[in-house]
């Protein structure tokens, strides 16, 4: 490319970054799209950069330079004469002035480190209670995500319905799904479960066993329920038994009953430990 | 006439002239691959301006609000006001949906190029001595990006994205004997809590960016100190640098990167969607987005919990969780080897010198061995979080696919491995300048001798993380051979890049 015509280029390229530009302030003021917005502002900077990497290549001065490196490394006396300045007076040091240092330097870490409990809330548990129960009482009614009570028949079979407790519609560790079995999958229900099962209606916690992710997809003709975080699967008639994927633990089953009104309570907390694994006595 | 006058006016009162001038002297190797951490800075730049546009309209609160934006779908809704002020910076806030997109976009593209990056520097043999410094400098770096990215998506307090702190609450817990505390500590409570999202803002605007920023700063000065490398050729030992000079021509071309950068970022802000939380919807409790999937420098981590087998052993009476191992002590492990690549290369090649000529990746056939390797697990961790929709897009069970990846993320790097490995020394063993011109008989000798080395790659049957640890021992094979190689002798006579 000859001299001129790299100027040529150049210049092209500026002025086009100046055409853009004024575009983009011209969309700017009449509320254009984003896509016009991004687009034009975006070729504004494409456009300067073509130009600058041109005249860069072609208009300045190039060739091979060469930079002699000289060594960083000083000789060793320069090195030592630096260690002997810092240790300039701390020979005489006494023991007991250093080692009480280091004490109240501990103390001091310490005493900056146990503050950091103030970064759990005033307003919340520790993590050792907080972890280890829901606000599911006995008796507390069952209640949807809208707000509505759960009477027994109003759960359709084949459908999840998600629901909290009575009051409790933010509560995350208290979520639970709510599954009608038909009747010929009743019988197929093993004991344990069948027990806290209430005319065929199951409930489970909401969150996978393995990262706490809402077990979201109920799948009626397996009877499984499917996390979409990590793919685990749960056998619905076995008791939420895991039967793929990386869980280990059963979703733990929240026993069902119905109050005199004819809804749908839980009649205590869910069996076993809600969400993912902790660390805590097997 | 001005910059002379204006020049001498500070220089009177600052005696800067001298060092600006050797400054603007400084000479940058003339390869492209020196520009990948520049595309990084940029980035960074480019993520801290825009990051200041969204802070001025952005509401770090999880308090309840009714938002009355003009998204329709939305309008009406009681959300989080975080999820409120994102979407009507997005939608009402003039050239918000740009900004923002945008540095969505640059946040993919920093963490990217910090990748290749640290590609560039390992398989061109850059972190040896006296570069280790640097390296773990870079390393702290990329660390830095990928904490700061998922802080940064995780604040608009959207369906996908509390998914993911979901997750990593898991994560906290699975900690053994602290977990428990470190995730409400970290979250202020039990997962959901109020105070997660103004947190994590903290975070992800201040506490990591100021940390990126002073990492960065002791990362060019470092540099500057050192010098750069450069490739061997013609005239380049190690004793100098051969190059363009910063003034005028790489400063020019370099600011050219940078309007490039940001025209990248700005017309995929522009032009392609990029995390549409309305699509999502705002995060509530015992809700997840089906399918759910993080960024894609936290989706590695995403795929190895996917692929974990069901496990969770009992040690001293405690239950370990399924979560620890995937995503604790593989991202754990992960940074540990990176941190000390540069110690346990030494340990295996017992090469201590100062480097200032880069390596050609073919003259250490071992390294290349376990970065392809390390680069296929990854990759393969990477797919696998996505097999949900692979399954969804071929018809294949999703379990299938699981196990079919539990064993080829184990086997396939051995496999890369092997291969990267024997083709790097026939390249180094040959006069051919590029894979393609690799004869038969280049691949049959380093085929040969590959079988008199004891050790080799293909032989690694260990699992995890050990194609890396396993296949760097096939380096001690021909280490004597390298060592005389990479001589400034040998150097000199090789080919111009």
Redesign the interface.
């Known amino acids: 490319m000859t001299r001129r015509s790299a100027e040529a280029w150049v210049a092209a390229a500026f002025l086009g970054a100046t055409a853009t530009a004024v575009g983009f302030i011209a969309a700017y003021v009449v509320d254009a799209s984003p896509q016009a917005l991004g687009g034009l502002l975006g070729a504004t900077c494409a456009l300067l950069a073509l130009g600058l990497v041109i005249w860069s290549h072609t208009l300045l001065p190039h060739g091979t330079y060469v930079e002699e490196r000289s060594p960083v490394q000083p000789p060793e006396e320069t090195q030592d004469a630096l260690v002997d300045t810092m240790a300039r007076g701390s020979g005489g040091t006494p023991a007991l002035v250093r080692r009480t240092l280091v004490l109240a330097g501990l103390g001091l870490g310490a005493a900056l480190v146990v503050p950091l409990r103030s970064l759990l809330l005033p307003s919340s548990e520790p993590p050792g209670e907080a972890l280890r129960h829901s606000p599911w009482q006995p008796g507390a009614r069952l209640m949807t995500r809208a707000g509505d009570l759960v009477r027994s028949e109003e759960v359709v079979p084949g459908t999840e319905l998600t629901v909290f407790p009575e009051g409790e519609l933010r509560a995350d560790d208290a979520t639970a799904v709510v599954i009608r079995l038909p009747d010929e999958d009743v019988r197929l229900l093993d004991e344990a479960t069948a027990a806290l099962a209430v005319g065929g209606i199951v409930a489970f916690s909401k969150l996978c066993t393995h990262a706490g992710c809402p077990v979201g997809l109920y799948e009626q003709t397996t009877r499984q329920l499917f996390c979409p975080c990590h793919q685990s699967v749960f056998d619905v008639l076995r008791g939420a038994e895991p039967t793929a994927g990386p869980a280990v633990r059963p979703l733990p089953q929240l026993p069902l009953g119905v109050d005199d009104a004819g809804y749908l309570v839980a009649r205590g907390e869910f069996r076993g430990q809600v969400g993912p694994s902790f660390w805590r006595p097997a | 006439m001005i910059t002379r006058w204006a020049v001498k006016r500070t220089d009177d009162r600052l005696g800067f002239s001298r060092t600006a001038r050797s400054g603007l002297?400084?000479?940058f190797p003339?390869h492209w691959s020196f520009m990948i951490g520049e595309i990084a800075l940029y980035s960074f730049l480019y993520l801290v301006l825009s990051g200041v546009f969204l802070s001025l309209f952005f509401d770090a609160s999880t308090a309840r609000t009714v938002y009355e934006g003009s998204y329709d779908a939305v309008r009406g809704s009681e959300v989080s006001a975080a999820f409120a002020s994102t979407l009507e910076l997005s939608y009402d806030v003039?050239?918000g949906?740009?900004v923002r997109?945008?540095h969505h976009w640059a946040a993919l593209l920093f963490v990217g190029a910090i990748l290749v990056h640290l590609c560039r520097i390992f398989f061109t043999g850059a972190f040896r001595r006296?570069r280790g410094i640097n390296w773990a400098v870079g390393v702290t770096l990329l660390l830095l990006a990928i904490v700061n990215g998922f802080a940064g998506y995780s604040l608009p307090d959207d369906l996908l994205s509390g998914?993911g702190l979901?997750?990593a609450?898991?994560?906290l817990?699975?900690?053994?004997?602290?977990?428990?505390?470190l995730?409400?500590?970290?979250f202020?409570?039990?997962?959901?809590?109020?105070?997660m999202i103004p947190r994590l803002y903290v975070v992800h605007i201040l506490i990591v960016p100021a940390l990126i920023a002073a990492l960065i700063t002791a990362h060019m000065v470092i540099l500057i100190?050192?010098?750069h490398t450069h490739f061997p050729g013609p005239?380049r030992t190690?004793?100098?640098?051969?190059?363009?000079?910063l003034w005028?021509?790489?400063a020019?071309?370099s600011?050219?990167?940078?309007?490039?950068v940001?025209?990248?970022?700005?017309?995929?802000?522009?032009?392609v969607q990029i995390n549409p939380i309305w699509y999502w919807g705002p995060f509530?409790?015992?809700?997840?987005?089906?399918?759910?999937q993080p960024d894609w420098y936290v989706g590695w981590l995403?795929g190895a919990?996917?692929?974990?087998?069901?496990?969770?052993p009992?040690a001293f009476?405690?239950?370990?969780?399924?979560?620890f191992l995937p995503a604790v002590v593989l991202p754990g492990l992960t940074f540990l080897v990176l941190y000390l690549w540069p110690v346990l290369e030494r340990l295996v090649t017992g090469d201590r010198r100062?480097h200032?000529v880069l390596q050609r990746p073919r003259e250490r056939p071992g390294r290349v061995a376990v970065g392809v390797a390390a680069l296929t697990f990854y990759g393969l961790l990477l797919t696998a979080f996505s097999?949900?929709i692979v399954s969804q897009y071929t018809g294949i069970a999703?379990?299938a696919l699981?196990y079919f990846f539990r064993v080829t993320v184990l086997v396939l790097p051995l496999l890369t491995g092997a291969i990267a490995f024997v083709l790097a020394r026939a390249l180094r063993d040959s006069d051919a300048e590029g894979l393609l011109a690799l004869t038969g008989s280049d691949l049959r000798r380093s085929l040969r001798r590959h079988r008199e080395v004891p050790g080799e790659p293909s032989d690694a049957e260990d699992t995890e993380r050990r194609p890396a640890t396993e296949t760097e021992h096939a380096a001690t094979g021909p280490v004597g051979r390298d060592e005389e190689e990479s001589e400034p002798v040998r150097v000199e006579a090789g080919p111009v890049p």
Do not use: C, H
Request: no cysteine; aromatic share 8%; charged share 15%.
């Open positions: 002297n400084k000479v003339d003039r050239m949906l740009v997109q945008s006296p998914t979901r997750v609450n898991a994560v817990l699975s900690i053994p004997v602290v977990g428990g505390w995730s409400f500590l970290v202020g409570g039990e997962f959901p809590a109020e105070a100190r050192q010098k005239g190690d004793t100098n640098v051969v190059g363009s000079r005028p021509s790489y020019v071309r600011v050219g990167l940078l309007f490039f940001v025209a990248a970022a700005l017309t995929l802000g522009g032009l509530e409790p015992g809700s997840a987005t089906a399918p759910a995403d919990l996917r692929l974990m087998p069901p496990w969770e009992v009476g405690y239950r370990l969780s399924s979560v100062a200032q097999l949900d999703v379990f699981v």
